[in-house]
């Protein structure tokens, strides 16, 4: 199946840094890619859309300016946690759509984020 | 708006039996995606099986099938011969059909934890 790669798999970073995690989609052209965080034992909430070019579509109560997210490319989206805080801490998992219409969703092995 | 509902927190099976989990949904779309997906500790999302609403066949993957009642807005999710590596988190999930050359989201159930007891 097709393969999508998150980098950092893990990091930890000091309350009020930023922090950058990678979704790349290593072997397909990724039309739309879809960030979701998940809490300890939780489901996966989808925080926002990104479409390649265009400006990313958050869901309702995910503060724009907190989570910035770029998919300046075919293969890439960037998430940004600004200005983090613990509360921020979480497990962040990105997942790329070749834009086929058949529903396929890969998803990568997720990013955790422990803010100090 | 699109719900997934999973009634069963957790559930535990002995090894080699067979284990159903229930999902429930509700839209009012008429095409759509239904998904069952695999959490192991990893974390690592591992797509189980795939329904296209359209098609009345029920999907099959190996030991994985599923239970796809249209009307009654019910997908459950029967693994027979359960292994140690069955062992997950398993969450439903819900897509509207794309449009042509776009995708859709995916709208999860909360899961619910298997345990394959030896």
């Known amino acids: 199946g097709a393969v999508v790669s998150q980098h950092p798999s893990w990091v930890i970073c000091k309350s009020g840094t930023s922090v950058k995690i990678e979704c790349r989609s290593l072997?397909?052209?990724?039309?739309?890619m879809f960030w979701y965080r998940q809490f300890p034992k939780q489901s996966l909430m989808l925080m926002a859309t990104?479409?390649?070019?265009?400006?990313?579509?958050?869901e309702q109560g995910v503060e724009k300016d907190k989570f910035l997210i770029n998919h300046a490319s075919l293969t890439l989206s960037t998430l940004t946690v600004t200005s983090a805080h613990p509360e921020d801490s979480s497990f962040y998992i990105c997942?790329?759509?070749?834009?086929?219409?058949?529903?396929?969703?890969?998803f990568g092995e997720g990013s955790r984020l422990t803010v100090l | 708006a699109q719900t997934v509902t999973q009634s069963q927190p957790e559930m535990s099976v002995q090894e080699a039996e067979t284990v159903t989990l229930s999902c429930t949904y509700d839209?009012?779309?008429?095409?759509?995606?239904l998904f069952w997906y695999k959490q192991p500790p990893s974390r690592q999302m591992i797509l189980v099986i795939r329904?296209?609403?359209?098609?009345?066949q029920n999907a099959t993957e190996n030991r994985f099938s599923v239970n796809f009642q249209k009307a009654a807005k019910s997908f459950s999710l029967k693994i027979s011969d359960s292994q140690l590596g069955d062992t997950a988190m398993y969450f439903c999930?819900?897509?509207?059909?794309?449009?042509?050359?776009?995708?859709?989201?995916?709208?999860f159930g909360k899961g619910t934890k298997l345990t394959v007891n030896p």
């Open positions: 997942s790329a759509a070749p834009g086929l219409a058949t529903g396929e969703l890969f």
């Open positions: 999930a819900f897509m509207k059909h794309p449009t042509q050359g776009g995708s859709e989201k995916l709208v």
């Open positions: 072997d397909f052209q990724a039309t739309t």
């Open positions: 329904q296209e609403a359209y098609k009345q």
């Open positions: 839209t009012s779309e008429s095409n759509y995606y």
């Open positions: 990104s479409n390649e070019g265009s400006k990313a579509t958050y």
